[in-house]
């Protein structure tokens, strides 16, 4: 069905007068009548009922006239999606990330990418890592970074930017302190400050602990910052990552490592489907970080 009959046949059902469209079209009465009909042979039905004095869309020609719009409007995006790809101005590409992406090298990828590719531009969305796991597996992000136990086969779908560990922060002070690495029986009858609740590493720590029949006395969940300071005002343990460890140095606290099972490796999730631009990431961060 020509797309441009449908465009006139649009504009005529407006005005219901020949004239008045062909002149908004630019083009001749007799060539738009021609047109629609046409289109109505095309379709089987007539569009318009005409008299003498006046013309009106037909019984028809009013269901049709929506189904003609959307037609009509989806070819234009069409049209703009093929410009785009022509031109490398697709739309953004959206990376569903963690609130501490600079930790999982989600930031530098993400600049070193922009630097790569200027015109590409890059929206970031932070979520806790079960939000984002979540939302991943309901479409909303084709694109997330995750993390996930050193003891869990990783998806397919995912490039492994990196590895980490959790550790415990605590003072200098603390009769654990001089030990080279802790156990969860070390640590069970310690006040523990965890990430939040809806944290993976929160729910790693849990897990580990429940196979060790370990129940953790946990006084607090919440962000490394306020857990950190809480800590230093009483006392206990902070689990994080040593990433994060690292990010704030203090003469009087120490970083121990935790045992083998709390190691954890991070990267890029991403769909099946993607478009140009978020393909073009994927295959960026995989030259990147190539695997094993």
Known sequence: MNIEFLKEFIILSDSLSYSAAAAQLSTSQSTLSRHMQLLERAVGKQLFTRTTRRMILSDFGKYFLPYAKKAVSSH??????????????????????????HLYTTTENVIAFRKKYPNISVKTVEQPLEVLSAEFRKGSFRLATMAYPTQMKPPANMVINGRGKLVAIMSAKDPLASKQYLTTADIKDCDLYLPPHNNAFNRMFRQICKKDEIEPNIVSESRFETNLRRMKAESGIVIETRALALQHPDPDLVIINLEQDFGFYHGLLYADHLTRNEETFVNFVKAKYPQN
């Open 76 to 101: 234009e995006a069409l049209k703009v999606a093929i410009t785009k790809w022509d031109e490398g101005t697709e739309d953004a590409i959206v990376l569903g990330c963690t609130p501490y992406s």
